[in-house]
């Protein structure tokens, strides 16, 4: 159905930026909200940003002023602009989708993208 594919991790000094790109599949990126999540090894996963199909925004408290996200619907694209980066922010990436239907919410993953910051 729906395949997310990441790119645009790396290896980056404090202070750097990256942006991350999540190309979606499916049709159904239109109507469905989609986000970035990060796991550092040994924590849970946790959601850094999230963007709705008209553009509502919502961001994790430590990255709030530092991250920006953004999707071109045409595209069925998302971005993740990170900027301002810290060690603690090292972490795998996902993109995520989220597809809503009168009985469940589906979500839908990428494979992950690594984000290293270093000191």
């Known amino acids: 159905q729906v395949q997310l594919v990441e790119s645009g991790g790396g290896l980056v000094q404090a202070g750097g930026s990256l942006r991350l790109s999540c190309a979606a599949s499916?049709?159904?990126?239109?109507?469905?909200?989609m986000g970035w999540y990060r796991q550092a090894p040994g924590k849970q996963r946790e959601l850094v940003a999230a963007?709705?199909?008209?553009?509502?925004?919502n961001y994790a408290d430590s990255v709030k002023g530092r991250f920006t996200i953004s999707r071109d619907n045409a595209k069925n694209t998302v971005y993740l602009q990170m900027n301002s980066l810290k060690p603690e922010d090292t972490a795998v990436y996902y993109c995520?989708?989220?597809?809503?239907?009168?009985?469940?919410?589906?979500?839908?993953w990428g494979q992950g993208t690594q984000v290293t910051v270093s000191s």
């Open positions: 963007i709705t199909r008209a553009g509502s925004t």
């Open positions: 499916g049709s159904i990126f239109r109507l469905s909200t």
């Open positions: 995520n989708l989220k597809r809503y239907s009168v009985d469940a919410v589906y979500d839908y």
